[in-house]
């Protein structure tokens, strides 16, 4: 460990000794063997603990820099783990930050335009700020053409804050890698790099905006969220200009109230806009904390949700995408030995796992849970037991989902938040089938066919001249294989059904296009024969046939 990461250990302790937060000094096993500089800080004597203590954590985690804020934020979504005062207080830490100073903002915003006069490009800047947060503070604005939008600059010196405490907790990582007894399967060096991935595409203002154009568009069809449009001709590397959007802070639930809107449908919606990013897109808004959501009540019994703070994405692979849609569905049905093979198959433990086992123990942690009602059944329950359980099989953890989850922590949060008897399984099942149905059935196989097809017009007046080529080098003694006689035997075998795959390949693909050019003709060719109709779809059935015949062998 560096001497400058040793000091911001210190600073860390000596920062929380300042607000008098000693009970989590003493619970933090990492400061508590720095617990003593706290009694050598003069803030032991000259500052009381008559400020409540949910205001002092505050602060300190504001004190202490954007990455302590992000965990406040995190936090401030979980009710149902913290005391009301703490995650009342914490809730300020979504977009009522300390700001900085007005003067400071626009300095910021007219070094991002060079010597481009602000007068130019704005009819009126307002000075207060609309919005502050760790990273960023938002300012509302008024274009030429009169329309309203919001300007998001970044905070001065976030970079550098970011980069030390980043750099802290790699240390650590690698440290808890090497003696810690869980280090290796937790994976924290691929945990912090994924959190560092994630914090410095934050503040790449232009990302943000190309994330909110790319979730704008999967959502133009949609009545669920709304996500307002980018000004790019002024957005720039470090400062944003948006659309300003209107509504509820989703996290003022008296004033939805007092609007009537309807709160069950509202927290059912929200867990149906995150099952729809995250399989359905594989893209998805991984910071939707109170702070970042606005609520349209144009029509109260239907209302929409509107997104801001795009800085924070997350991407699933389809690998991913159908690993956990496979286990959330098996989840809902209680098949815990699914949930284990499932496990096994994609790695996540090791492949000496004993199944019979694994499912015990997936078993022994879910029943009790879901032999409650539904709706008291808490997601963020289920992960942390399930976290606990696997640790005894060497599950690792996955890097990559560590995003997905902690918005579904949030979503179910903010869903409780709305409504206390949301049922989030209830809400998602119909999601996840509908997504595994349109991913296994015939309309995604004829879609994939669809897609194939100019792959295959590509390669396939190729393959004559490389079989070509792959005889003559075999004549001229180029081409060496040495097979034993079972591996001979086995090759046959396997040539003799290559040979009939790609028979059937081709003759049920001729069949598949006979199909579609008798039904094109059809209609066209008052001369051909009555029976064409049914003829087009003789032909596209035996093609298909033969074509499922192929890949199955």
């Not at 096993?29 to 008559?50: A, E």
């Not at 900085?100 to 007219?110: C, G, K, R, V, Y």
């Not at 976030?158 to 440290?175: E, F, G, H, M, P």
């Not at 080529?469 to 075998?493: T, Y």
Request: net charge neutral; glycine share 4%.
């Amino acid at each position: 460990m560096q001497l400058r990461q040793l000091f911001r250990l210190i600073q860390i302790n000596h920062v929380l000794a300042k607000h008098r937060l000693d009970e989590f000094i003493q619970a933090t096993h990492l400061l508590r063997p720095l617990r003593f500089f706290s009694y050598l800080s003069p803030y032991r004597w000259t500052h009381s603990t008559d400020t409540p203590r949910a205001e002092r954590l505050r602060l300190a985690l504001e004190e202490l820099g954007p990455i302590f804020v992000k965990f406040g934020q995190i936090l401030s979504t979980r009710r149902d783990l913290l005391p009301n005062d703490i995650a009342d207080s914490l809730a300020l830490l979504q977009d009522k930050v300390t700001p900085f100073s007005n003067e400071e903002a626009l300095a910021l915003i007219q070094q991002a335009y060079g010597e481009q006069p602000l007068e130019s490009l704005f009819k009126h800047i307002d000075k207060q700020p609309l919005a502050s947060a760790s990273i960023a503070q938002v300012h509302a604005a008024t274009l030429l053409d009169g329309s309203d939008v919001i300007i998001k600059v970044l905070r001065p010196n976030i970079k550098q804050q970011i980069q030390r405490d980043v750099a802290l907790l790699q240390t650590l990582a690698s440290l808890a890698e090497r003696f810690w007894v869980d280090g290796r399967r937790l994976r924290p060096k691929a945990v912090v790099a994924e959190l560092e991935k994630n914090l410095f595409d934050e503040l790449d203002m232009m990302r943000e905006a190309a994330s909110a154009s790319q979730l704008r568009r999967n959502f133009k069809d949609s009545n669920l969220l709304y996500v307002p449009e980018i000004i790019w001709p002024l957005t720039k590397t470090d400062l944003l200009v948006q659309e300003r959007i209107y509504g509820i802070p989703i996290g003022d639930i008296a004033q939805l109230k007092a609007n009537k809107v309807n709160l069950q449908k509202l927290a059912e919606i929200g867990v149906e806009i995150f099952f729809t990013q995250a399989f359905k897109h594989g893209f998805f808004h991984a910071d939707m904390h109170p702070g970042n959501i606005m609520v349209d009540i144009a029509d109260p019994e239907n209302p929409h949700y509107i997104a801001v703070d795009f800085g924070i994405m997350g991407t699933l692979s389809p690998s991913d995408q159908s690993y956990l849609a496979d286990n959330f569905l098996a989840f809902f049905n209680n098949d815990y030995r699914k949930v284990a093979e499932l496990h096994v198959q994609s790695g996540w433990v090791p492949a000496d796992t004993r199944i019979e086992e694994f499912e015990a123990a997936i078993r022994s942690v879910c029943e009790p849970i879901f032999a409650k009602p539904l709706n008291e059944i808490s997601f963020g329950q289920v992960l942390l037991r399930l976290f606990q359980t696997a640790r005894r099989f060497n599950m690792e953890v996955q890097p990559q989902l560590v995003l997905l989850q902690k918005t579904l922590l949030n979503i179910e949060g903010l869903g409780r938040q709305l409504y206390p008897e949301l049922d989030l399984w209830k809400t998602a099942k119909p999601i996840l089938e509908q997504w595994m149905q349109e991913k296994m059935g015939w309309q995604a196989a004829l879609n994939n066919l669809q897609n194939e097809i100019p792959n295959w017009a590509e390669t396939l007046p190729k393959l004559p001249r490389l079989l070509h080529d792959l005889g003559q080098q075999a004549q001229e003694g180029k081409l060496k294989l040495q097979l034993s006689s079972d591996d001979l035997k086995q090759l046959k075998q396997e040539v003799r059904k290559a040979s009939f795959r790609s028979a059937a390949a081709i003759s049920g693909a001729a069949f598949v296009i006979g199909a579609a050019v008798i039904k094109g003709l059809d209609g066209y060719t008052p001369s051909m024969i009555a029976g064409m109709p049914m003829l087009s779809w003789f032909f596209g059935l035996w093609g298909v046939i033969l074509l499922y015949s192929s890949f199955s062998k």
